[in-house]
C-alpha cells in the first residue's frame, strides 16, 4: 500500500513539473511571437516614413475571446504626444498579409515625418524600445 501511495505522490510531482515546463516553455514562444510582431510593425513604419528617429512600441494588442478587437500596436514616433497604430484585423491577416496603417491620434499629422516609401530603409539607425506597455500605458507617456 505505502508503496503505491509513493507512486501516486511521484506520478503527481512529475506531472508538475512537467505542465510547468510546459507553461514556461509556452510563454517563451509567446513572448518571442509578441517581439516578431512588434518589429514587423516598426519595420513597416520605417519602410512607409522617412524623418523617424526613435520609436517606442507598445505591447501587442491582440482579439478578445470572441473576436472583437485587432491585432496590432500602438507606436510612439520621435517621442511625440501622440500613437500611430499599426497591424491587422486578425492574426491569420498578419500573417498572410503583414502589417498595415490600422489608425493615429489626430495630432500625428503634425508630427515630423513624411509619408514616403522606401523598402531599402530599416531600424539599424533607429533607437527602437520595445516595451510591456499596453497602448493606454504608452498613451500617458
Known amino acids: 500500500m505505502s508503496i503505491l501511495i509513493g507512486l501516486v505522490v511521484i506520478w503527481g510531482v512529475s506531472g508538475i513539473f512537467i505542465t510547468k515546463r510546459h507553461v514556461g516553455q509556452q510563454a517563451v514562444q509567446e513572448a518571442k511571437e509578441e517581439r516578431r510582431v512588434q518589429q514587423k510593425c516598426a519595420e513597416y513604419l520605417v519602410h512607409h516614413y522617412?524623418?523617424?528617429?526613435?520609436?517606442?512600441?507598445?505591447?501587442?494588442?491582440?482579439?478578445?475571446?470572441?473576436?472583437?478587437?485587432?491585432?496590432?500596436?500602438?507606436?510612439?514616433?520621435?517621442?511625440?504626444?501622440?500613437?500611430?497604430?499599426?497591424?491587422?484585423?486578425?492574426?491569420?491577416?498578419?500573417?498572410?498579409?503583414?502589417?498595415?496603417?490600422?489608425?493615429?491620434?489626430?495630432?500625428?499629422?503634425?508630427?515630423?515625418?513624411?509619408?514616403?516609401?522606401?523598402?531599402?530603409?530599416?531600424?539599424?539607425?533607429?533607437?527602437?524600445n520595445y516595451t510591456d506597455k499596453t497602448i493606454n500605458e504608452l498613451r500617458k507617456k
Open 50 to 128: 522617412e524623418g523617424i528617429k526613435t520609436l517606442e512600441v507598445s505591447k501587442l494588442y491582440k482579439p478578445n475571446e470572441v473576436g472583437g478587437g485587432g491585432y496590432y500596436v500602438g507606436i510612439r514616433v520621435n517621442n511625440s504626444d501622440s500613437l500611430i497604430f499599426v497591424g491587422s484585423d486578425t492574426e491569420e491577416k498578419f500573417k498572410n498579409d503583414g502589417p498595415s496603417l490600422d489608425g493615429y491620434d489626430p495630432d500625428f499629422l503634425k508630427s515630423s515625418i513624411n509619408e514616403k516609401y522606401n523598402n531599402s530603409r530599416n531600424l539599424k539607425n533607429i533607437v527602437v
